[in-house]
C-alpha cells in the first residue's frame, strides 16, 4: 500500500500543498492516463519518471515517453502535451507600460545596481520535429565577463520548480534523461571586444536604444529598409537580455520604449515561471503571441514567453501551446 501512495503522490502534477504556477487543470490526456494509473490492479514496477516542465501532464504520461526513448529504441513515441502558457489573474488590473515606464525612471533616479556584461537566465524551449512528438527541454545560463574581456559560460539541464528531480534534455540528438544540474556546456573564451551591438554596452537613452536593438536585431531581419516591428522589437530585447544584465538606467530607456511599441497591450498580473509576479504586456502576431512580464515596482524585464497561435500537425503542437520561454535574473 505504501508503494501505492508514493506512485499516486508521484502522478498528481498538481498536489495540494505545491506552488500554483499556472498550469491549470489536467487537460484530457492527462486525466486518462491518471484514471489509468488509478484503477490498475497489479503492482508498480520500478522505473525512473520525471515531468518535462510546469505540468505538461502527469507522471504516467512522461513515463511513457521516457520508456521509449529510453528502452524500447523506438524512434516514435507517444504524444506529449506542449506546455500551456501563462495565466493572467482574473481579478488583476492592468497596468499600462507608460506607467510602468514612470516607475522605471525613479528607480533610475535611486542609482544601483550598474549594468552589468553577461547574464543569468532560465529557459525552457520546445525541441520539435516532423518524427517525434515535441519535448520540453529546460535549461539554465550563466555568462560571466572578466576584467581582461574573457568570458565563462555555463549551461546546465535543471527545472528549479522540481530540485533533485531527473531533467529532459536532448544533448547529443537525442532525448534522454540527466541528473538536475548536468552540465550540457562549461566553457571559457578567451579576450574579445566590439564596439556593436549586441557586444557594445546598450545606451540609457529610448531613441538610442532603439538604433541599438535594431542593429542588434538586423543579422535576422529580411528587409534592413523597415523600421523594427514589435514583434522584432520584442525579439532584439531578448537579445539584449541574453548579453546584457541591465541596470535601472537602461531598464527605463526599454520600458519608455516598449511604451511607445504599437500593439503591445497590458492584460494584467502574473505569476512567471520563478515564482515572481509581474505584470504582462501581450503582443499578438501573425503566428504566435508574445507575453513580456515586467517587475511592477521597477520596469525590469522579468520574462518573455512566445506561444504558438496556430495549429500545426507537422510538429504535434497547437494553438496555446508554448514555443518558448526565458526568466532572466541578476
Known sequence: MADELELLRRANPVPVDGPHYGDGPLDHTAERHLDLLLHEHRPPAPRRRTRLAWGLAASAVVAALVSALLFTGQTTAPAVAAPRPLVVRAESTPVSMARLAERAEQAASQGSP?????????????????????????????????????????????????????????????????????????????????????????????????????????????????????????????????????????????ARLLADAEGLRPVGRVTDRLGRHGQAYVYDGEDSRRMLIMNPADGSVLGLEQTFTRDDPRYGVTAGDVMTYSAWMR
Open 114 to 254: 550598474e549594468l552589468r556584461k553577461g547574464t543569468h537566465v532560465q529557459s525552457w524551449s520546445l525541441a520539435m520535429s516532423d518524427q517525434d512528438p515535441p519535448i520540453t527541454l529546460p535549461q539554465e545560463r550563466i555568462v560571466r565577463w572578466n576584467s581582461d574581456d574573457s568570458h565563462t559560460e555555463l549551461v546546465v539541464a535543471t527545472d528549479p520548480r522540481h530540485p533533485g528531480r531527473p531533467v529532459l534534455t536532448d544533448e547529443g540528438g537525442a532525448p534522454r534523461l540527466v541528473d538536475d544540474g548536468h552540465v550540457l556546456n562549461r566553457r571559457t573564451y578567451p579576450p574579445s571586444w566590439s564596439d556593436a551591438p549586441p557586444e557594445s554596452p546598450p545606451p540609457h537613452d529610448p531613441e538610442a536604444l532603439h538604433d541599438y536593438l535594431e542593429e542588434a536585431e538586423r543579422a535576422f531581419l529580411a528587409d534592413h529598409s523597415q523600421p523594427l516591428s514589435t514583434a522584432e522589437l520584442l525579439d532584439a530585447t531578448e537579445i539584449l537580455l541574453d548579453h546584457w544584465t541591465l541596470g535601472p538606467r537602461e531598464s527605463a530607456a526599454l
